[in-house]
């Protein structure tokens, strides 16, 4: 059995998704290793657009590479945003967050016009499994974890936007009815579950493959 060189599919679809954004876009830039193999190729084509990010690193990375990032204040509107995931199922359901972003990753993902995910082979399941990524608000911490058996607090300092960030390790059978259990959650600012909804494609490298999955 040949062992999938996992650097090379996230460049490789790093690429392939730098391929897509055109002239004029303004586009949302997730966060993670597949994102910073996306940043680079898309600098390399020397486009005029507008990005945001979704974390310093990655705002980091496409100021160093030559990208506008504006701050996302005032841009009402995403032409397309690119991210990757943890996790990615047959019907298109996402985890997302492991690094922590996914908060910021969700709002740039619901304010797209397009929201492509772009991951290695060995991101795709068949049914996805825990951990979920979570984020608290710090008023109530103690009872919010309380009320949400499985919910379990990372030794992490707070997100830029002040958010407390835990796992949910319980079980995952029903992706669509965890997501409004958790939605229902007082204090629960967001989580890592992205419905297919969110979700346009999913490209998905394996060898030398880059693979399209129509989503929504």
């Not at 619901?110 to 772009?118: E, L, P, Q, S």
Request: with cysteine.
């Amino acid at each position: 059995m040949t062992v999938p060189d996992i650097p090379a599919e996230k460049r490789s679809v790093g690429l392939a998704a730098a391929a897509l954004v055109e002239d004029g876009m303004a586009v949302g830039l997730g966060t993670g290793s597949t994102v910073a193999e996306f940043v680079p190729a898309l600098g390399r084509r020397h486009l005029s657009i507008i990005c945001v990010a979704t974390s310093q690193a990655t705002a980091e990375l496409a100021i160093a590479h030559g990208l506008d990032v504006r701050p996302f204040s005032d841009i009402t509107r995403l032409d397309l945003a690119i991210d990757g995931a943890d996790q990615v199922d047959p019907a298109g359901w996402l985890v997302k967050g492991g690094g922590g972003a996914h908060t910021r990753e969700r709002i740039v993902a619901a304010a797209a016009d397009r929201f492509v995910v772009i991951v290695s082979s060995d991101k795709t399941v068949e049914r996805l499994h825990p951990p979920v990524p979570l984020e608290f608000l710090a008023f109530g911490l103690a009872a919010t974890l309380h009320a949400l058996p499985g919910a379990v607090r990372r030794d992490a300092p707070p997100t830029p936007d002040g958010g407390i960030l835990a796992d949910y390790h319980g079980d995952v059978v029903d992706p669509a009815q965890l997501a409004q259990r958790l939605d229902a959650v007082p204090g629960l600012v967001s989580h890592g579950l992205f419905p297919p909804s969110m979700v346009t494609t999913v490209l998905v490298a394996r060898g030398d493959e880059v693979l399209v999955r129509q989503v929504g």
